[in-house]
């Protein structure tokens, strides 16, 4: 473009020369004034050209036709083709480098990104999941690469079930989740998308060209050999209930295992202050389940997640060494990778897991945003949209005879997964009368006393009205606890922490922190956050506990209302 801009120039210059040679004389003698403006219109035309969106592909160039023929990725200038993990983590400064979306290049993982709220597909599926797409095993020390030389075989929709090496399940359950996947966009998918380890590929329709589909059974992959546009989809998937009683009792390391597990060990050589840290947040714990509970729940608490992380601070070669010890904040990749080194680091075979995050459910959010006491389908049954934002990794833990349990470290999420319901413990049955009513005490009667009586009694009701009414405005936080559990009777606690984030931002709107229209909540609390810097572990948390509540799928107990409200009432008592 600027070549043939400036040939145009050029032309125009020699015709005025032939034509109108006095004039061309005195600009001769002027050629600052002649180059500046025509160098002016054409850097503005080539940033104009830069900037506009780019629009869809109707004819693919032949450069990138030859590299999506040998699955490479495709570059593309000023970031309209980045993904997370796609940035420069030896990069300079916080600023963003991509947009957010699936990538297949994870070689590199780091830097920053910007959110791209793009619809990508719509899952119907039998129970509220992550996506799970693909995993890497050979960590680098700067990201992820695949297993060379593993074995694949053929798949085809229609399958009855994909051959698998499943582990002996003993007192295991597994729940089926048939799920399909409605493609929104045309981009070319690498590979196909489920809920935990897919069983079966029922159907697929709109799958352009010769498709080559391939089954790792080791890695649980559905991956296409060349990338392919779908249009939609159908998987069914066993996902494993959770049972965190009887993975207590099991062992991490299996002496044989139906896979080789070697792979899933392996670690580079990393500083060793990151192994030692692996071993202080593991002391106190007594099985391999809880050793892998504790490093999810350390980097949750203790970094804070942004898309925008400060990678000026990061002086180690390792990614893992320097989230931990020197960026201290980061997103999905960043978590996921460094619990994966240092669940590694203790022996515990852990592999890496990118797909997509569960996405938003608009039946969900109406009845939510209704108020009129609306409950979900606690398996999250239903039609999920999934955006670019949703792009997510996390990691997978082997334990013997149970198989691949996903583990969420990234602050602020939680993975979806069936949970094994508790025994339910036996009542003992309450006496009764004989005419089979339940036993009630005898009613004392109040005495009466004429007009003196009742004055007494209406001087001493108000009195005890007044001094009931000082004692509940002396003691107001006990005063609203009490309200909110009589408010709240009957609602779960994820509810109840759903309904107190809403009045929580209608009080804030009261107080001039109004939420734009195309603001998401995260974004609102942490520019809110940013204002009142005294408050922002208050709006951090609140947001992270609601956040857990509306989307974790995970039953929350009164320990979280009551951490969630004491942390909502400084915010109010401040503001």
């Not at 290049?105 to 910007?114: L, P, Q, R, T, V």
């Not at 692996?278 to 949750?300: G, H």
Request: glycine fraction near 10%.
């Amino acid at each position: 473009m600027v070549a043939g801009l400036g040939w145009l120039v050029v032309l125009h210059l020699r015709q005025l020369r032939e034509r109108h040679f006095d004039s061309w004389s005195a600009l001769a003698e002027r050629p600052f004034e002649l180059a500046v403006p025509a160098i002016i219109v054409i850097g503005l035309l080539m940033l104009a050209g830069i900037a506009v969106p780019r629009a869809p592909v109707l004819l693919e160039d032949p450069y990138t036709l030859w590299l999506q023929a040998q699955n490479k990725e495709v570059p593309a200038f000023s970031g309209e083709g980045g993904y997370i993990g796609g940035g420069d983590s030896s990069g300079k400064g916080s600023g963003p480098s991509s947009k957010s979306g699936y990538g297949r290049s994870d070689a590199k993982i780091g830097g920053g990104f910007e959110f791209d709220y793009s619809p990508v597909m719509t899952v119907d599926t039998s129970q509220k999941a992550y996506w799970r797409g693909e995993t890497k095993a050979v960590y680098t020390g700067q990201g992820w690469t695949d297993r060379k030389g593993m074995e694949t075989t053929s798949a085809a929709p229609g399958e009855a079930e994909l051959p698998a090496d499943k582990p002996t399940l003993e007192g295991i359950e597994t729940k089926q989740v048939t799920q399909t996947f409605h493609i929104l966009r045309k981009d070319r998918l690498p590979v196909l998308f489920g809920a935990g380890a897919i069983g079966s590929l029922p159907e697929w329709q709109g799958v352009s060209g010769n498709a080559r589909l391939t089954w790792n059974k080791e890695e649980q992959e559905l991956k296409f050999q060349r990338s392919v546009t779908v249009e939609s989809y159908t998987v069914v998937s066993d996902m494993i209930v959770i049972d965190e009683d009887k993975l207590r009792t099991t062992r991490a390391k299996e002496a044989e295992a139906p896979i080789d597990l070697a792979p899933d060990e392996q670690l580079p050589e990393v500083p060793s202050r990151v192994s030692e840290l692996a071993a202080s947040i593991t002391a106190d714990t007594a099985n391999d389940y809880d050793a892998a509970k504790a490093l999810e729940s350390y980097l949750r608490n203790n970094y804070p997640y942004t898309n925008t992380p400060d990678v000026s601070l990061q002086k180690s070669k390792d990614i893992a060494d320097a989230f931990l010890f020197e960026i201290k904040e980061g997103y999905c990749d960043y978590y996921s990778t460094a619990f994966v080194v240092l669940a590694r680091s203790l022996g515990l075979p852990t592999r890496w897991v990118k797909g997509y995050a569960t996405g938003s459910n608009r039946l969900d959010e109406e009845g939510f945003r209704s108020g009129l006491g609306y409950v979900p389908d606690p398996n999250g049954a239903g039609t999920y949209t999934v955006r670019n934002a949703d792009a997510h990794s996390w990691a997978e833990v082997y334990f013997e005879g149970v198989g691949w349990v996903p583990f969420e470290p990234t602050s602020g999420f939680t993975v979806p997964q069936p949970i094994a319901q508790p025994t339910p413990v036996a009542t003992p049955d309450l006496p009764v009368d004989a005419d089979g009513s339940a036993a009630q005490e005898a009613e004392t009667a109040a005495p009466s006393g004429g007009w003196a009586g009742t004055a007494w009694t209406i001087g001493g009701v108000s009195l005890l009205v007044v001094a009931v009414g000082a004692l509940l405005v002396r003691r107001r936080d006990w005063t609203a606890t009490v309200w909110r559990r009589v408010r709240y009777r009957g609602a779960t606690p994820n509810q109840r922490i759903v309904r107190e984030m809403e009045r929580l931002i209608a009080f804030l709107g009261r107080r001039g922190l109004k939420r734009s229209q195309h603001d998401t909540l995260r974004e609102s609390f942490t520019a809110w956050s940013g204002r009142f810097s005294s408050l922002r572990p208050e709006f951090e948390g609140v947001l992270r506990q609601f956040e857990s509540a509306r989307y974790g799928g995970q039953a929350g107990g009164e320990a979280d209302v009551e951490q969630f409200n004491l942390m909502a009432d400084k915010i109010r008592k401040s503001l």
